[in-house]
């Protein structure tokens, strides 16, 4: 299997970018055939779906860039910058053109000419927009495995979420737009059809206005989920040698890759009973009590063998937290 397909997302939004091009095209023959401006809309909202999926995919591609020297903790973000991207179009671009075009259908009156291809293809848009519908499902339980979906909904990763999201929507769009186009036909009232258009724009305009903060919250620099850092926490707080935890930072750098920064203070005394645990102290004391030059080296030796043992002893525990939670991979601690 390619790489590519390893990359988190990139699955689901290969499969909605197929998806959405061939349905765009097969909505636009039926628009023709048709003049419904449901499914104009529908066609319009596929084509947006199609080119903010893209963006997605660039996004997904880049975010996976190994650090360089010109950043260290490498591309992940890049992945929000295109999502947010990719948002704004659906707002703009999809949301805007959708609602423009039912008012001024509503606005010139136009009529929908009845047509079997009409309902061929929104039964075949049905079943593929689900379809991918569901492979975004799937990946998110992939990427969060045992998680709810009502919680992945809320703190999944950007990228499948767009498509979630969109498909979701893509999914109602087909029903209202049959519905839409079946009670115009049924009624004979041209404006029906129109406020199906209106509707679906509407719609997908929520859908970005959710998707642009969710970005935005990533851009920033969001705060790795509660239970997590309340993880990391009892495993520093559990530790002889840590006192307490004084100040502790965290950031979501990619989809399921966190750094955490905090200053913590250390036991002395659990320090010392580190350093003498194989020798007695009592021992060199008594080497030491009656000679001022070794006395002096004694303390000169215990002053290098401190901050050793306290890196060790930080080094220790990052191996601990990155073991016990794996994605956390880059950790500051330091002594307050």
Not at 111 to 127: G, K
Request: hydrophobic share 45%.
């Amino acid at each position: 299997m390619s790489d590519n397909y390893k990359i988190k997302g990139f699955l689901p939004v290969l499969a909605a970018l197929l998806g959405n091009i061939f349905i765009a095209i097969i909505k636009f023959v039926a628009f023709m055939f048709s003049g419904s401006v449901a499914l104009f809309s529908e066609a319009v909202h596929s084509v947006a779906d199609s080119s903010n999926q893209l963006l997605l995919m660039i996004g997904i591609k880049r975010s996976a860039r190994k650090p360089d020297k010109d950043f260290i903790y490498g591309y992940g973000r890049e992945r929000f910058f295109w999502a947010l991207i990719s948002a704004c179009g659906i707002f703009f671009i999809g949301a805007g053109a959708i609602i423009y075009n039912g008012v001024d259908s509503l606005w010139h009156k136009r009529e929908v000419l009845d047509h079997p291809i009409v309902y061929i293809v929104l039964a075949l848009s049905l079943i593929i927009e689900s379809i991918t519908f569901w492979i975004a499902i799937r990946e998110l339980k992939h990427q969060y495995p045992g998680e709810k979906l009502s919680r992945l909904i809320r703190t999944g990763d950007p990228s499948t979420l767009a498509v979630v999201y969109e498909d979701g929507l893509a999914v109602i769009g087909v029903l209202v737009a049959f519905s839409a186009i079946m009670i115009s036909r049924l009624t004979g009232q041209y404006y029906w059809d129109a406020l199906g258009s209106i509707m679906i724009g509407l719609l997908l305009a929520v859908i970005a206005v959710v998707l642009i903060a969710k970005n935005r919250q990533f851009l920033l620099g969001k705060s790795i989920p509660p239970d997590l850092q309340d993880r990391i926490i009892r495993i520093l707080e559990a530790d002889p040698a840590i006192d307490n935890v004084v100040d502790f930072k965290s950031t979501v750098m990619d989809i399921g890759i966190y750094r955490i920064k905090c200053s913590i203070e250390f036991n002395g005394t659990a320090l010392l009973s580190e350093i003498y645990k194989n020798n007695s102290l009592q021992e060199q004391y008594n080497e030491v009590k009656d000679d001022f030059e070794e006395f002096k080296k004694f303390c000169m030796h215990y002053a290098d063998r401190v901050p050793r043992l306290v890196g060790k002893k930080i080094d220790e525990i990052e191996t601990r937290i990155r073991t016990e939670n794996q994605g956390v991979k880059y950790i500051d601690i330091e002594v307050n």
